[in-house]
């Protein structure tokens, strides 16, 4: 279960929700990948190796410092810090998948 909280305000995800989210996510990236395949446009190298690289290595590094939280109360400061970090990674893994649009457009407009 996710929970986030914004001031007085909690949303509250289940983890089937979380992974049907995620799932149309990549679907749509990868039928967006599709299509530009089936109408033989050329993507950047590049661009496809950036966003591949932001989005699956993103996921895969939030998940590494996750496992390194510490339950100990005295270790509260180490946790705050594994919390910055985390939510750096996640906010340059988002801003990564403005690559994606980028990519399509430049597949669609280069000859």
Do not use: C
């Not at 993103?58 to 410092?65: K, R």
């Not at 705050?80 to 893994?93: E, R």
Request: proline share 1%.
């Amino acid at each position: 279960m996710l929970d986030i909280n914004v001031h007085d305000i909690y949303f509250v995800f289940s983890q089937i929700d979380l992974t049907i989210l995620i799932s149309i996510l990549f679907g749509i990236i990868g039928f967006g990948y599709w299509l530009m395949l089936k109408a033989n446009r050329k993507l950047s190298k590049w661009l496809n190796l950036i966003h591949i690289t932001l989005t699956f290595g993103g996921i895969l590094l939030i998940w590494i410092l996750s496992l390194l939280f510490r339950e100990s109360i005295i270790e509260y400061d180490f946790n705050d810090n594994l919390t910055l970090a985390i939510y750096l990674i996640a906010l340059i893994a988002v801003f990564g998948q403005i690559i994606y649009p980028i990519n399509i457009i430049y597949g669609l407009i280069k000859k």
